[in-house]
């Protein structure tokens, strides 16, 4: 479904991402980590359209997807988070889904003067908007204010948003940052579940090694650009190059005053 | 039913204003015009409040769009199907000026995808006085000197009526889940782009509606007070539509409302300390934005209003 | 069309003036400030009342031309700075169209009460130097007026220049316009910087004023509306935050302005720098030597 062939990303003088190649099937989990500035974030945002690949192709169900405009990647299929929530300030709940259900909904002129037809499909909208919200417990606040919902919930919103259009691949980048304990395990039952239920395929950036290696059966590590192990939780931890790019290599000195 | 309800509400409201397009010739030609006036005004305010509360954008040169559509209009006017019955041409004016003015929307909205905030501000401004220079500079719409004996056609039921439509079309747009695009664009553009919005032609298409409703309004404008020239859309005017907005808060259509109809009412009932108009005005304007408390409690650094 | 260009030179030095206490501002503060351009006109009548003052006590020459000068730079500073206190200090956290707004209620303010105190009427500067000719030949007279005005433009933005690079000030100028928090973290305050950098660019466009009306005699209280405008677009067109880049686009517009009167016609004067303004903004809006900011995702 998703290949990318050495993809490179280079910005002046720095090459934030070189040589990535890997390919990705329908319903797949995959997790992606690596240390700080390794080019996680730069990935999605190559992947949906924000920057374009200085080299290499992205291909998406046999469509390639260099130089598309983001929110056409986005009409195709390929939905994300961001590390900071950002949602829309002045709308609701349920008019956050509501925008992301554009694509699907009545055009300019039939909106402009609420004709018959548009006001069946509207209704239509919203009863996908209720089940949608509902699924992911945020039914009880869909008149509030998007930005007046506590963290987790907008966290969850920027999800159900990312979900509103049944997109074939979601990224999510760190959605647990900031959660306690507790809302990790909701929020891996949350993915679980989406993933079953809609059939779709997700790849998240973390730093929290539990919930990426219990929710995740195939892990990318990137450090300085570069895809340094690709395979299962078990051969990651244990991936000596993996290791090395977290802890670094001991030196010289380290161990004298031990 | 409950469907329709604003379908019926514009309907009788439009009946409404029928109504009293009947007495028109009964009230003094003064309260009349002034009347004419704050329509206008409204109808010129709304369009600009809606490019700018409800997608972030900003006209500093809106007088341009009224006075296209004010020329566009008169011109149609006069020169041509005169042998047609009046309340049919005028109709032709209105929407011939709707469309040009929208077409020009169209050609500033392009550019204006790349500006925020201040740049935008002034490249409309210049937009503005380069179309006031160019008007200035075509003698087939009479140049410096204006033009004139344009037919006076407008009065309450098209000002009114057009209000009424405006109103009621805006809203449903806005209701629309096509509307809410509009306001995802002005809170996050990068956001609107993950979920599949079109945010380029969102723009865009927020500054042609705002021109045509800007174009209409000098249109009917145009049909009021007979004789238009360049200088009658200039920056001054431009300014004056951008405080009834600021002015009367973002998002906020009722406060629009108001601000619109104080700043069109002040002018006339200070008519006689003209000198001071202006000054006053200028001093309202400054004390008005020191002090006024905000609006609504998102009002974002990012935002433009 | 070397008179042209010396026109044009000259003028264009006065843009550059206004347009670098635009930019400093902008710089600063982030919006655009409409009352620039009517502190400019201030600069010029400060000029004409203070002249014959100036006159009586110090005769005619260049000493009277100095001191009206500087008292002129010294009032409008002043004005600066209580414009900033009392109209966009309260406004500093609130959205920039909003100060946008305040700014030009000022700028109205200063036009028509100045209409309102002197009359709508042009008033006649007076000649503080006369224009001798250095240059008198059939393609080119040069008198030493325009020749004044450049030099000092020049010599005034050469020490902006030295004092924004240089100075204690300059530096905390450039902290403060790259990022306020980070710049109050460190000791600057900002108030006090705003309030300076205001009266600098203040004191800029009151020479400025008076260097036109040596230059152009007639002023009116509405003069500095189309300068102040033209100054702005000198400052997009050089790049925010750029000196160098003020000055040439203030050259370049006071230029193409005089050719293109000469050229084509008087009535395309003013639209030419709205002109210049989109094309800028359209194939490269951060100007000739400005940064365009990225926004991280």
Known sequence: ?258 | ?305 | MLQQLINGLSLGSIYALIALGYGLVYGVLRFINFSHGDVFMVGAFVAFFSAPLATRFLGSGWLTFAAVLFISILFCAALGAVIERVAYRPLRNRPKLTMLITSIGVSLLLEYGGQLWLGPDPRAFPTLIPNRLILNTPTLVLGQVPVIVMGFSILLMGLMYLVVQRSRLGIALRAVSQNQAAASLMGVSINRMVMQTFAIGAGLAGAGGVFYALLYPSINPLMGIFPGLKAFVAVVFGGIGSIPGALIGGMVIGILETFVTAYLSPTYRDAIAFVILIAVLLFRPAGLFGQSDREKV
Request: with cysteine; proline share 4%; net charge positive.
């Open chain 2, 1 to 305: 039913m409950k469907k329709y309800k604003v379908h019926i509400g514009m309907g009788l409201a439009l009946i409404g204003v029928g109504a009293l397009a009947f007495l028109q010739p009964y009230i003094d030609p003064y309260y009349l015009q002034v009347a004419l006036y704050l329509g206008i005004n409204l109808i010129l305010a709304l369009g600009l409040h809606f490019l700018c509360g409800y997608t972030g954008q900003f006209s500093l040169g809106h007088a341009g769009f009224m006075s296209i559509g004010a020329y566009s209009a008169a011109f149609l006017s006069l020169h041509f199907f005169c042998a047609w019955p009046d309340p049919i041409r005028f109709m032709l004016s209105l929407l011939f000026s709707g469309f040009v003015s929208g077409c020009f929307g169209w050609l500033l909205g392009l550019p204006s995808l790349r500006l925020k905030g201040d740049y935008l501000a002034v490249t409309t401004l210049g937009f503005g006085e380069i179309i006031r220079v160019v008007i200035q500079n075509l003698d087939v719409l009479g140049g410096a000197r204006g033009l004139g004996s344009i037919p006076k056609w407008t009065g309450i039921f098209p000002v009114f009526g057009l209000l009424i439509l405006g109103i009621g079309l805006l809203h449903f747009l806005i209701s629309s889940t096509y509307g809410k695009g509009f306001l995802a664009v002005r809170d996050d553009e990068v956001a609107a782009q993950a979920i599949g919005i079109h945010v380029t032609r969102y723009k865009v298409v927020a500054f042609v509606i705002s021109a045509v409703f800007a174009g209409i309004g000098g249109a009917l404008y145009a049909h009021l007070v007979t004789y238009i020239t360049p200088s009658q859309f200039g920056f001054m005017k431009s300014i004056e539509l951008a405080a009834m907005v600021i002015l009367g808060g973002t998002g906020n259509a009722v406060g629009v409302m108001i601000s619109v109809t104080v700043l069109t009412v002040l002018p006339e009932l200070l008519r006689g300390f003209a000198q001071y108009r202006m000054v006053v005005y200028a001093l309202s304007l400054v004390v008005v934005m020191i002090f006024r408390p905000k609006m609504r409690f998102w009002e974002r650094k990012k935002s433009l209003c």
């Open chain 1, 1 to 258: 479904m998703l290949r990318i062939s050495h993809c490179g990303m280079r910005f002046g003088g720095i090459q934030a991402i070189q040589g990535l190649c890997f390919e990705m099937g329908q319903g797949d989990i995959l997790g992606v980590i690596g240390p700080n500035g390794a080019g996680k974030t730069t990935f999605f945002n190559l992947l949906t359209g924000v920057y374009v690949p200085t080299a290499g192709d992205i291909c998406f169900q046999g469509k390639v997807l260099n130089g598309l405009a983001p929110f056409r990647i986005a009409q195709l299929g390929i939905v994300r988070t961001f590390q900071n929530v950002r949602l829309f300030a002045g709308l609701s709940v349920e008019d956050t889904i509501r925008a992301a259900m554009i694509p699907k909904a009545p055009g300019f002129f039939s909106s402009l003067f609420s004709l018959p037809a548009s006001q069946k499909s509207e209704a239509v909208l919203l009863s996908e908007v209720e089940i949608l919200l509902k699924q992911l417990g945020l039914w009880a606040f869909r008149h509030q204010l998007a930005v007046t919902l506590t963290y987790g919930l907008q966290r969850c919103l920027e999800i159900a948003r990312a979900l509103a259009n049944r997109p074939k691949l979601l990224l999510l980048d760190e959605p647990a940052a900031g959660m306690t304990p507790t809302e990790k395990m909701d929020l891996m039952a949350t993915i679980r579940d989406i993933q079953k239920q809609f059939g779709i395929a997700v790849i998240i950036i973390e730093h929290d090694m539990r919930l990426v290696m219990g929710l995740c059966p195939r892990i990318l590590v990137l450090d300085h650009g570069v895809m340094i192990a690709d395979g299962d939780p078990n051969s990651i931890a244990t991936n000596p190059h993996v290791i090395s790019a977290y802890l670094g290599e001991p030196e010289e000195g380290d161990f004298d005053d031990a």
